[in-house]
């Protein structure tokens, strides 16, 4: 068996590139030290996770090598020969449970009958802790809104639970860091689902905000974003997600630890594939090539590891988390059933007590109701990708890859399935609909909106008035500036019925916007243009927009997001070379 321990100690044949080699740096993986004065123990505790392995060592931090917290300097053992020898047992899990919070809502029937007992195990937080807060996305020509789900994983250790499996008992009451972060984005028509995840260590702004609890204000900081979580709690990480992306959050649901051992065993296991053996001694991974289905320990080591898939980073552990998540969904959709009472109501409260989530949905009721919602999208529909990125820093931290970012996060804030299944139904939409305005176009009443305030920028003061002047100037005498607050990270035109689309496409015309932004919506009474971030000065729209959309011929993820479709049933897991057997 061949390894190579960049924590100390060990073989050190190099048989393949390491994450060090590729411009990793372990030092992530060390302990992030607690900012003085901020809040500790956040998430919710959590319940035991059977078969999961028992911490060694007392001391050590919270972050290491393992599972990876922010960067820092502390929480290394003593030293081997010059090398930092850290815990093997405190990576467990390193709250890749995040990635089954989706699937957990699956199992809230089991304890619909004892409700009120489970409602009281929920943890509510406020859901976005900044000063300006994106407006939610507008209803489609069916009256349907998309749903957007940020799932967080918590690397809490406020329990002795979380201390147990986690480890490092000094980092009782360090504040949490979101270490896994995956947005949920479920289509108006419920046809499609996109989830995408991005790095824990991704530097990005964090931008202002104010804990709800002791009326603390954090500055705006770029920091990695998974710090974002020791700003007030999880709806700081909302307000840097939509900061970040442009994307409205709808809801959070953030976990820690259970639920993944006993969910794997409810439905009797989840096949996952690795193209080689793979051995990780850290995680305790360890399988033969091809097919194998893991449940108990095994699943906790699967979702743990890091070394053990791809280069050895946490991108390789990302991709793992989706092949689990597509598994599972595949098991309960093709008919594994949930029967035994018993384990029924163990999951469903495991789940609640693991689970804190943002008081729009802070009753079982809620995540009921949540879970039928997502079931209705076809497993072929279901895509899972990772936040294009490139490194920063030397290796110490990725930022989001320029263009290939954009096209996804524009994919999701526009309602585009990334597996690029939609072109044909919108080109067919469109097609079917006129195009020339139904009226003179000084008799087609157009609202304008100001819509450029942002959670790092005000909004431009008479926005709305200059540019509802220049559609009076170019001949829509009815153009006039709306008052209400909005708050979007793109400009859009929409109409209410579709004998209107020609009066939208005229305004657009007239301001050089292009086609892709113009939408069919109930939410409006008339023409309707919000202008958003994108646009915050001239009288035309800015040719350039940071695109890399539809515009350019872009209907789909780009081949940088490593996407993964809910229905692949031969994805595999390549393994690093440095921990086979």
């Given at each position: 068996m061949r390894h190579h321990d960049t924590d100390g100690g060990g073989e050190t044949?190099?048989?393949?590139?390491?994450?060090?080699?590729?411009?990793?740096?372990?030092?992530?993986?060390?302990?992030?030290?607690?900012?003085?004065?901020?809040?500790?123990?956040?998430?919710?505790?959590?319940?035991?996770?059977?078969?999961?392995?028992?911490?060694?060592?007392?001391?050590?931090?919270?972050?290491?090598?393992?599972?990876?917290?922010?960067?820092?300097?502390g929480g290394e053992g003593p030293a081997v020969n010059g090398a930092p020898r850290r815990s093997r047992g405190r990576r467990v899990l390193r709250w890749s449970a995040a990635v089954l919070s989706v699937l957990i809502l699956a199992t809230a029937a089991a304890g619909y009958f004892y409700y009120q007992h489970l409602n009281g195990n929920l943890s509510k937080d406020d859901l976005n802790l900044g000063d300006n807060k994106l407006h939610h996305s507008d209803p489609n020509a069916a009256g349907q809104t998309p749903l957007n789900i940020l799932l967080l994983g918590s690397d809490s250790r406020a329990s002795e639970e979380n201390v147990r499996l986690g480890g490092s008992r000094a980092d009782r009451d360090r504040p949490p860091l979101a270490d896994v972060q995956m947005l949920l984005h479920v289509s108006a028509d419920r046809s499609n689902m996109s989830v995408v995840s991005v790095p824990r260590d991704t530097r990005t702004t964090i931008p202002k905000c104010t804990d709800p609890d002791d009326g603390k204000v954090y500055p705006t900081t770029t920091d990695k974003i998974n710090t974002?979580?020791?700003?007030?709690?999880?709806?700081?990480?909302?307000?840097?997600?939509?900061?970040?992306?442009?994307?409205?959050?709808?809801?959070?649901?953030?976990?820690?630890?259970?639920?993944?051992?006993?969910?794997?065993?409810?439905?009797?296991?989840?096949?996952?594939?690795?193209?080689?053996?793979?051995?990780?001694?850290?995680s305790k991974l360890k399988l033969e090539k091809g097919t194998s289905v893991i449940k108990g320990e095994q699943a906790l080591s699967w979702l743990r590891t890091r070394h053990g898939f791809g280069d050895g980073t946490d991108i390789g552990r990302a991709k793992a988390q989706h092949m689990y998540m597509n598994a599972m969904v595949r098991q309960l959709k093709a008919g594994t059933k949930l029967s035994d009472p018993g384990k029924l109501r163990g999951l469903a409260e495991s789940a609640t007590k693991a689970l804190t989530v943002d008081k729009g949905i802070g009753t079982v009721k809620k995540l009921y109701d949540l879970g039928n919602d997502l079931k209705q999208v076809p497993t072929k529909r279901i895509t899972m990708a990772t936040m294009p990125w490139e490194y920063g820093g030397g290796g110490s931290y990725v930022v989001p890859k320029k263009d290939d970012a954009d096209q996804v996060f524009s994919l999701v804030r526009n309602d585009v399935a990334l597996d690029g299944k939609d072109k044909k139904k919108a080109e067919a939409s469109r097609s079917a609909q006129p195009t020339e305005p139904s009226q003179p176009k000084a008799d087609i009443p157009v609202s304008v909106m100001n819509g450029t305030g942002t959670s790092l920028q005000r909004p431009v003061t008479g926005r709305a008035g200059q540019v509802a002047q220049t559609l009076t100037r170019e001949g829509f005498g009815k153009a006039a500036a709306d008052p209400t607050p909005q708050s979007r990270a793109d400009t859009t035109i929409r109409y209410p019925r579709e004998e209107l689309r020609g009066d939208a496409l005229a305004v657009a015309e007239a301001l050089g916007i292009p086609e892709r932004l113009v939408k069919h919506s109930t939410g409006v009474q008339q023409v309707t243009l919000v202008i958003g971030a994108d646009w915050r000065e001239g009288a035309s729209y800015p040719e350039s927009d940071g695109g890399g959309d539809a515009d350019k011929g872009h209907h789909k993820a780009p081949e940088s997001a490593d996407a993964l479709r809910g229905d692949d049933k031969k994805a595999c897991m390549d393994v690093n070379p440095n921990y086979t057997w």
């Open positions: 044949q190099r048989g393949a590139p390491t994450a060090a080699d590729r411009g990793w740096d372990e030092s992530l993986y060390g302990e992030h030290p607690a900012e003085p004065g901020s809040r500790g123990g956040h998430a919710s505790a959590a319940v035991s996770a059977p078969g999961a392995a028992p911490a060694s060592g007392a001391g050590g931090g919270g972050s290491g090598p393992d599972g990876g917290g922010a960067s820092g300097a974002s979580l020791q700003h007030g709690g999880p709806g700081c990480t909302v307000a840097t997600w939509e900061e970040m992306t442009g994307i409205p959050v709808d809801h959070f649901m953030m976990i820690d630890f259970s639920g993944v051992v006993s969910m794997a065993d409810a439905v009797g296991g989840v096949p996952v594939c690795v193209k080689e053996n793979v051995h990780d001694p850290k």
